[in-house]
């Protein structure tokens, strides 16, 4: 994977220190993520003007590289373990948080302290909180997005890391956005890390009433929390021709509160 990410260029590089606005409430570093370093570099840029503007110092981590989701996936313990101790490594200890805004890193980070007890990497995962979950205490000046959004819950953010409520609030805090429920919004959208890679035919099929679901809500934008759902989603809504926009919250977070230009 390292091979492969250091052939794509990163055109968008984050700068290693953005200061809190305002009253500050500490100091955070960004997991940037390899799928959302390269692909959706637009969320992290995102992420980091939002903590900053919710009284967060931001420093982001240049030697950081992959927190080892996939291989933890696949079984593959001992290249994570390799992944999540020089993860630790790149970090600074003198942070309060370390923020991810990808589910199935969280939630890798989350289990640093299962494979990996009493050491840095457990410490570090013990650090780690979803974006949201720091958002969602903050007084964001947000100004009115008039559409209707639902919000599918990653896997990754609701069961891996107990992440439900927080996205919903902070959505439900734009003025004029109007959130509508996603029936079976916890049911696996098909992308779960490279499944859809291994089991397509499965995949499809999730993927397929997961449509169906978001069809009923009427709603022409959806939001996931998870790089891997945002793919899913948006490969299925191309397929099947739906007008439908699939964001990350922070990206309409970002919109709302006049942040998201480049």
């Known amino acids: 994977m390292d091979a492969l990410l250091e052939r794509v260029p990163d055109d968008a590089a984050l700068p290693d220190y953005v200061p809190a606005r305002g009253k500050a409430r500490g100091r955070v570093a960004l997991l940037t993520g390899c799928v959302q370093r390269y692909f959706f570099h637009d969320v992290n840029r995102d992420t980091v003007r939002l903590l900053s503007l919710a009284g967060w110092d931001v420093v982001v981590p240049r030697a950081q590289a992959c927190c080892g989701a996939l291989e ?78 639902t919000y599918h819950d990653a896997c990754h953010l609701a069961h891996g890391q107990h992440v439900r409520s927080a996205p919903r ?16 919004s916890e049911l696996c959208c098909g992308s779960a890390g490279v499944y859809n890679i291994l089991e397509p035919d499965m995949a499809d099929r999730l993927l397929d009433l997961k449509l169906a679901r978001i ?48």
């Open 72 to 149: 933890l996936h696949a079984g593959r313990i001992g290249v994570f373990r390799q992944r999540a101790r020089a993860l630790a490594a790149a970090f600074p200890e003198d942070v309060d948080h370390v923020v991810t805004n990808a589910a199935g890193c969280g939630s890798a980070l989350h289990d640093y302290g299962h494979w990996l007890p009493d050491s840095p990497a457990a410490r570090l995962g013990g650090k780690a909180r979803d974006v949201t979950e720091l958002l969602v205490d903050a007084e964001l000046p947000l100004s009115p997005l008039p559409i209707t959004v």
């Open 215 to 262: 069809t009923e809500t009427g709603a022409r934008v959806v939001a996931a929390g998870n790089p891997g759902c945002l793919m899913q989603l948006a490969k299925g809504a191309r397929a099947a021709g739906r007008d439908v926009e699939i964001v990350h919250p922070v990206t309409l977070l970002a919109r709302a509160a006049k942040v998201s230009e480049p």
């Open 169 to 184: 609030v902070l959505l439900q805090r734009i003025p004029g956005l109007r959130l509508v429920e996603l029936r079976d």
